[in-house]
C-alpha cells in the first residue's frame, strides 16, 4: 500500500516538473515556473526555495524572480539573505532592509515583475542575467532595463552579486530616492451667481517655535492650552515629534484670520474683537507665532451649514477604507452635505514625481511623473441671497425651509435651522464647542430639511386636487356648516374634528380660504383609503425623491395602509400618520403651476434650464388651475390664513398650515408645526419662485401666522433684490 503511494507521488511531480517545462519554452515561461514552485507545499519543493543544499539548486533566472517575489511581500531579510559574501561584507543587513525599505515602500511599489531577456555565462563561474524590470508606484509605472551577476557556490548554490544598482540602474549608494508631492487643488462649490460656497480662504496658525519658549514651559503649555479650548497633552505631542528641531514652527492649532478691515470701522463686532484679545494674549507668551495658512473656507458659515458639509483631514480608517484612491496622510476628505456628496469631483488627484538626488542634492534622474490634476468647481442652483435670508429670518427657531424655481426645478435654498459653523470643524473643533453642539437642546447638527414631517393644512390643496381628479367631491357643492367640532356617527366615540372658523358656503375655495378642517376631513372620507393612498402613491409617497441629495420618504401610514376612518379622516387634513419632506411638497405645489406635472428638482446648475417632469399629470390642467385660483385667495383674500404675505407688485398663492404633535388623542400638552407654503401665481413671472417653510414649537407664537410673517419677510427681500 505505501508503495503504490510512493509512486503516485512520484508520478504527481513528474507531471508537475513536465507541465512546468513545456511552459518554460514560451515567453515568461520561467517566471510561471517560479510561481508553480512558490506556491507549492511540498517539503522538498521548499528545500529548493529557500536556498537549502540539494542537487537541483534554483537556476539565475528563477532565482531572480524569487527575489522579486520578496520586494512586494516585503521580506528584506530573506533578499538580504540570498546575496554572495562580498555584497553583505559591503552592506550590513541593518542598512540593507533600511534602503529597500525606504526606497520600495517609500514610492508605494507594487505589481513587480521582472522578464529575463539574456543569460550568458563568464570565465568565473559567473553567470549574468538581463532583465526588464517594471513596477508601478505612487507616480504612476517605472520600468527599465537592467543586468545583475549570480555566483554559483559549490556547496550553498547559487548566490546575487548587489549594489544600490539593482534598485535602479543610476543610483549609487551615496544617492537618494525623493517622492515629491504636488498636492491637487480642493474644487470650489459655488452658487448659481459664482459666490462661493465652499473654496479657498486664508486662515491664522499658531505655532510654537520650541528654541524661543521658557526654560520651563510647562504654565505657557497650560495657558496655550487653556485659551485655545485643546489640551496640554495634544501640544506636547506636537512638540515631541521627530522632525521637530528648535528653530521649527509647531504648528498647535488654526483660528480664524483677525479682520483687520472691520477693526478700522467705528463699530467692530463682538467675534471681530474677541479674535483680537486672543491673539495678543497669545502672543505676549514666549514661543507663539502666529502666520497666515490657507484652509478650506465656508464664506456663508451656519446659512449653508446643512447644505456644504465640511471636509476634514483623513483619518487611518479613511486611508483604510479609500485605499488606492490617491489620499494620503495630509488629504482632505468631505464629511458630510456637498462636500461627501462630491468628493470625487471636488478631490482632484494629487501629482506625484520620483527622482534620484545626487549627493548634492541635484535631480540626477526623474524616474516617474505624475502630473496634478486640480478638482472640479461645482457650481449649484442656490442663490446666496435667499439662503442668506432665510437663515437670519429663523435662525432662531427650529425650522427647514426649501426655495426653488417652480418652472424649471432648480432649488434656490435649502436651510436647516439652528446651524453650526462649518469652519469651525476646519480650525479644529474643541471639545467644549463639540459638546456644545451636541447637548444644544435645539439640535444644531440636525439636517431638518432632509426629514419628514407632519404637513398639517398645507397638504389641503393635495387633497383637493385628489378629490376632484377622482371625482369624490364636486368644488360647489355646499357641505353645510356644522359648527366647529364634527365626527361622522357615534361609532368614533368621543372623538371629532375641530376647525377654528365657521363661514359660507361650504365649497372647496372657501374650504382652502378659511383652512377648514372639518371639510378636509369630509373629502377624505369620500376619496376613501384605497383611493387616497393610490393618489398619494402616484404623488411621490413611499418612493425615492429623485434629487442630488438623499432625502426621507414621505408616506402615509406607519404601517402599509390607511387602517380606520378617523386615520383617514385625519389624513384630509394634513395629520393623522401623513409624514412630508418639505422639498417634496413644494415640488409637489409645482403642479399647480406646470398644468398638473411635477417638476423634478436638482442642484447642479445648468446655463440652460430645461425642466425636466418627475410626476406626469398627476392632476389635470383644469385640477390644477382650480386649485391654484383658490391658493391664490389664501394670500389675497382678507378672509385668507396667508393674507398677511399678499403684496400688491406680485400675485402670489400659497397655503398655511399647523400641525399638531401629540402622543395621543387625548394629549392636551403636545407642540405644534407652523407652515408656509407660497408662490409666484402667474407662470409667466419673470422671476419665479416657491418657498416651503416649517417651524418647530409655535404654538405659543402664532402658529403658522410666525411661519408667514418670516417668509414674507425674505420674498420683501428677494423681489427687492430683482429691481
Same mark, same amino acid.
Given at each position: 500500500?505505501?508503495?503504490?503511494?510512493?509512486?503516485?507521488?512520484?508520478?504527481?511531480?513528474?507531471?508537475?516538473?513536465?507541465?512546468?517545462?513545456?511552459?518554460?519554452?514560451?515567453?515568461?515561461?520561467?517566471?510561471?515556473?517560479?510561481?508553480?514552485?512558490?506556491?507549492?507545499?511540498?517539503?522538498?519543493?521548499?528545500?529548493?526555495?529557500?536556498?537549502?543544499?540539494?542537487?537541483?539548486?534554483?537556476?539565475?533566472?528563477?532565482?531572480?524572480?524569487?527575489?522579486?517575489?520578496?520586494?512586494?511581500?516585503?521580506?528584506?531579510?530573506?533578499m538580504y539573505s540570498m546575496l554572495d559574501e562580498q555584497s553583505k561584507t559591503n552592506i550590513s543587513q541593518e542598512n540593507f532592509i533600511d534602503r529597500n525599505k525606504k526606497i520600495y515602500e517609500g514610492i508605494e511599489a507594487k505589481n513587480v515583475t521582472a522578464k529575463v531577456t539574456g543569460s550568458k555565462k563568464s570565465e568565473n563561474n559567473e553567470t549574468i542575467?538581463?532583465?526588464?524590470?517594471?513596477?508601478?508606484?505612487?507616480?504612476?509605472?517605472?520600468?527599465?532595463?537592467?543586468?545583475?551577476?549570480?555566483?554559483?557556490?559549490?556547496?550553498?548554490?547559487?548566490?546575487?552579486?548587489?549594489?544600490?544598482?539593482?534598485?535602479?540602474?543610476?543610483?549609487?549608494?551615496?544617492?537618494?530616492?525623493?517622492?515629491?508631492?504636488?498636492?491637487?487643488?480642493?474644487?470650489?462649490?459655488?452658487?448659481?451667481?459664482?459666490?462661493?460656497?465652499?473654496?479657498?480662504?486664508?486662515?491664522?496658525?499658531?505655532?510654537?517655535?520650541?528654541?524661543?519658549?521658557?526654560?520651563?514651559?510647562?504654565?505657557?503649555?497650560?495657558?496655550?492650552?487653556?485659551?485655545?479650548?485643546?489640551?496640554?497633552?495634544?501640544?506636547?505631542?506636537?512638540?515631541?515629534?521627530?522632525?521637530?528641531?528648535?528653530?521649527?514652527?509647531?504648528?498647535?492649532?488654526?483660528?480664524?484670520?483677525?479682520?483687520?478691515?472691520?477693526?478700522?470701522?467705528?463699530?467692530?463686532?463682538?467675534?471681530?474683537?474677541?479674535?483680537?484679545?486672543?491673539?495678543?494674549?497669545?502672543?505676549?507668551?514666549?514661543?507663539?507665532?502666529?502666520?497666515?495658512?490657507?484652509?478650506?473656507?465656508?464664506?456663508?458659515?451656519?446659512?449653508?451649514?446643512?447644505?456644504?458639509?465640511?471636509?476634514?483631514?483623513?483619518?487611518?480608517?479613511?486611508?483604510?477604507?479609500?485605499?488606492?484612491?490617491?489620499?494620503?496622510?495630509?488629504?482632505?476628505?468631505?464629511?458630510?452635505?456637498?462636500?461627501?456628496?462630491?468628493?470625487?469631483?471636488?478631490?482632484?488627484?494629487?501629482?506625484?514625481?520620483?527622482?534620484?538626488?545626487?549627493?548634492?542634492?541635484?535631480?540626477?534622474?526623474?524616474?516617474?511623473?505624475?502630473?496634478?490634476?486640480?478638482?472640479?468647481?461645482?457650481?449649484?442652483?442656490?442663490?446666496?441671497?435667499?439662503?442668506?435670508?432665510?437663515?437670519?429670518?429663523?435662525?432662531?427657531?427650529?425650522?427647514?425651509?426649501?426655495?426653488?424655481?417652480?418652472?424649471?426645478?432648480?432649488?434656490?435654498?435649502?436651510?436647516?435651522?439652528?446651524?453650526?459653523?462649518?469652519?469651525?470643524?476646519?480650525?479644529?473643533?474643541? #471639545? $467644549?464647542?463639540?459638546? *456644545? /453642539?451636541?447637548? @444644544?437642546? !435645539?439640535? +444644531?447638527?440636525?439636517?431638518?430639511?432632509? &426629514?419628514?414631517?407632519?404637513?398639517?393644512?398645507?397638504?389641503?390643496?393635495?387633497?383637493?386636487?385628489?378629490?376632484?381628479?377622482?371625482?369624490?367631491?364636486?368644488?360647489?357643492?355646499?357641505?353645510?356648516?356644522?359648527?366647529?367640532?364634527?365626527?361622522?356617527?357615534?361609532?368614533?366615540?368621543?372623538?371629532?374634528?375641530?376647525?377654528?372658523?365657521?363661514?359660507?358656503?361650504?365649497?372647496?375655495?372657501?374650504?382652502?380660504?378659511?383652512?377648514?378642517?372639518?371639510?378636509?376631513?369630509?373629502?377624505?372620507?369620500?376619496?376613501?383609503?384605497?383611493?387616497? #393612498? $393610490?393618489?398619494?402613491? *402616484? /404623488?411621490?409617497? @413611499?418612493? !425615492?425623491? +429623485?434629487?442630488?441629495?438623499?432625502?426621507? &420618504?414621505?408616506?402615509?401610514?406607519?404601517?402599509?395602509?390607511?387602517?380606520?376612518?378617523?386615520?383617514?379622516?385625519?389624513?384630509?387634513?394634513?395629520?393623522?400618520?401623513?409624514?412630508?419632506?418639505?422639498?417634496?411638497?413644494?415640488?409637489?405645489?409645482?403642479?399647480?403651476?406646470?398644468?398638473?406635472?411635477?417638476?423634478?428638482?436638482?442642484?447642479?446648475?445648468?446655463?440652460?434650464?430645461?425642466?425636466?417632469?418627475?410626476?406626469?399629470?398627476?392632476?389635470?390642467?383644469?385640477?390644477?388651475?382650480?386649485?391654484?385660483?383658490?391658493?391664490?385667495?389664501?394670500?389675497?383674500?382678507?378672509?385668507?390664513?396667508?393674507?398677511?404675505?399678499?403684496?400688491?407688485?406680485?400675485?402670489?398663492?400659497?397655503?398655511?398650515?399647523?400641525?399638531?404633535?401629540?402622543?395621543?388623542?387625548?394629549?392636551?400638552?403636545?407642540?405644534?408645526?407652523?407652515?408656509?407654503?407660497?408662490?409666484?401665481?402667474?407662470?409667466?413671472?419673470?422671476?419665479?419662485?416657491?418657498?416651503?417653510?416649517?417651524?418647530?414649537?409655535?404654538?405659543?407664537?402664532?402658529?403658522?401666522?410666525?411661519?408667514v410673517k418670516k417668509d414674507t419677510a425674505v420674498l420683501e427681500e428677494y423681489f427687492s433684490d430683482q429691481e
Amino acid at each position: 500500500m505505501k508503495r503504490k503511494k510512493k509512486n503516485k507521488r512520484i508520478k504527481k511531480y513528474i507531471l508537475y516538473f513536465s507541465c512546468s517545462l513545456v511552459l518554460a519554452i514560451t515567453a515568461g515561461g520561467l517566471f510561471l515556473i517560479f510561481l508553480l514552485l512558490h506556491n507549492s507545499t511540498d517539503p522538498k519543493i521548499d528545500k529548493l526555495l529557500t536556498g537549502q543544499k540539494n542537487e537541483n539548486q534554483l537556476s539565475p533566472d528563477v532565482f531572480l524572480m524569487q527575489y522579486m517575489s520578496f520586494i512586494e511581500s516585503k521580506d528584506y531579510e530573506k533578499m538580504y539573505s540570498m546575496l554572495d559574501e562580498q555584497s553583505k561584507t559591503n552592506i550590513s543587513q541593518e542598512n540593507f532592509i533600511d534602503r529597500n525599505k525606504k526606497i520600495y515602500e517609500g514610492i508605494e511599489a507594487k505589481n513587480v515583475t521582472a522578464k529575463v531577456t539574456g543569460s550568458k555565462k563568464s570565465e568565473n563561474n559567473e553567470t549574468i542575467i538581463t532583465y526588464h524590470m517594471s513596477l508601478d508606484s505612487i507616480a504612476g509605472k517605472i520600468q527599465f532595463e537592467n543586468q545583475v551577476v549570480f555566483t554559483k557556490e559549490k556547496t550553498s548554490g547559487y548566490t546575487l552579486s548587489w549594489d544600490d544598482s539593482f534598485i535602479f540602474p543610476a543610483l549609487t549608494s551615496n544617492d537618494k530616492v525623493r517622492v515629491s508631492l504636488h498636492p491637487a487643488k480642493r474644487g470650489d462649490i459655488l452658487d448659481r451667481n459664482n459666490k462661493v460656497l465652499a473654496g479657498p480662504g486664508t486662515a491664522s496658525l499658531v505655532g510654537l517655535v520650541p528654541g524661543k519658549m521658557n526654560q520651563e514651559p510647562g504654565k505657557d503649555i497650560g495657558k496655550i492650552a487653556s485659551l485655545l479650548g485643546i489640551t496640554k497633552k495634544s501640544i506636547n505631542k506636537s512638540l515631541s515629534a521627530k522632525w521637530v528641531k528648535e528653530n521649527s514652527l509647531v504648528p498647535i492649532k488654526t483660528i480664524k484670520k483677525l479682520d483687520e478691515a472691520e477693526l478700522l470701522t467705528n463699530n467692530p463686532g463682538k467675534e471681530t474683537l474677541e479674535n483680537k484679545a486672543l491673539q495678543e494674549k497669545l502672543l505676549d507668551i514666549p514661543g507663539v507665532m502666529i502666520t497666515d495658512t490657507q484652509v478650506r473656507t465656508y464664506p456663508l458659515s451656519n446659512a449653508a451649514a446643512h447644505l456644504t458639509g465640511y471636509v476634514q483631514k483623513v483619518t487611518a480608517e479613511d486611508l483604510e477604507k479609500h485605499k488606492g484612491e490617491g489620499y494620503n496622510s495630509n488629504s482632505l476628505i468631505g464629511r458630510s452635505g456637498m462636500e461627501s456628496l462630491y468628493e470625487k469631483e471636488l478631490k482632484g488627484q494629487d501629482g506625484y514625481e520620483i527622482d534620484i538626488l545626487d549627493s548634492e542634492g541635484q535631480v540626477k534622474e526623474i524616474l516617474a511623473d505624475q502630473p496634478k490634476k486640480d478638482g472640479l468647481d461645482i457650481t449649484l442652483t442656490i442663490d446666496s441671497n435667499i439662503q442668506k435670508n432665510l437663515y437670519e429670518k429663523f435662525k432662531e427657531d427650529k425650522s427647514c425651509s426649501a426655495a426653488l424655481n417652480p418652472l424649471t426645478g432648480e432649488v434656490l435654498a435649502l436651510v436647516s435651522t439652528p446651524a453650526f459653523d462649518s469652519n469651525d470643524f476646519i480650525m479644529g473643533m474643541s #471639545e $467644549k464647542q463639540w459638546n *456644545q /453642539l451636541n447637548k @444644544n437642546k !435645539k439640535k +444644531p447638527l440636525y439636517n431638518r430639511f432632509r &426629514q419628514t414631517w407632519c404637513p398639517g393644512s398645507t397638504f389641503k390643496p393635495l387633497i383637493g386636487a385628489i378629490g376632484l381628479s377622482t371625482g369624490a367631491i364636486d368644488a360647489n357643492e355646499d357641505y353645510g356648516s356644522v359648527g366647529r367640532s364634527w365626527q361622522k356617527d357615534k361609532s368614533w366615540g368621543g372623538y371629532c374634528v375641530t376647525t377654528l372658523h365657521t363661514y359660507k358656503p361650504v365649497i372647496l375655495e372657501n374650504a382652502l380660504i378659511h383652512s377648514d378642517n372639518i371639510y378636509f376631513a369630509k373629502a377624505a372620507l369620500r376619496i376613501g383609503a384605497d383611493n387616497l #393612498e $393610490k393618489g398619494l402613491d *402616484q /404623488l411621490g409617497f @413611499n418612493q !425615492k425623491l +429623485p434629487f442630488e441629495i438623499t432625502m426621507s &420618504q414621505s408616506g402615509y401610514s406607519n404601517s402599509q395602509h390607511i387602517e380606520t376612518e378617523i386615520q383617514l379622516a385625519d389624513s384630509g387634513y394634513g395629520q393623522g400618520q401623513i409624514l412630508i419632506n418639505p422639498l417634496h411638497l413644494a415640488v409637489l405645489y409645482s403642479a399647480f403651476l406646470n398644468e398638473g406635472n411635477v417638476i423634478k428638482p436638482y442642484l447642479l446648475y445648468k446655463e440652460d434650464p430645461k425642466p425636466e417632469i418627475w410626476l406626469k399629470q398627476v392632476f389635470s390642467p383644469e385640477v390644477a388651475e382650480q386649485i391654484r385660483d383658490a391658493m391664490e385667495k389664501v394670500v389675497n383674500s382678507p378672509e385668507g390664513t396667508g393674507y398677511a404675505a399678499h403684496r400688491k407688485d406680485v400675485k402670489l398663492a400659497g397655503k398655511t398650515g399647523t400641525a399638531e404633535i401629540k402622543t395621543s388623542k387625548e394629549d392636551t400638552s403636545g407642540t405644534e408645526l407652523g407652515w408656509f407654503g407660497i408662490f409666484t401665481e402667474d407662470s409667466g413671472a419673470k422671476n419665479p419662485i416657491l418657498l416651503m417653510s416649517m417651524v418647530e414649537d409655535v404654538k405659543n407664537h402664532g402658529g403658522s401666522s410666525y411661519v408667514v410673517k418670516k417668509d414674507t419677510a425674505v420674498l420683501e427681500e428677494y423681489f427687492s433684490d430683482q429691481e
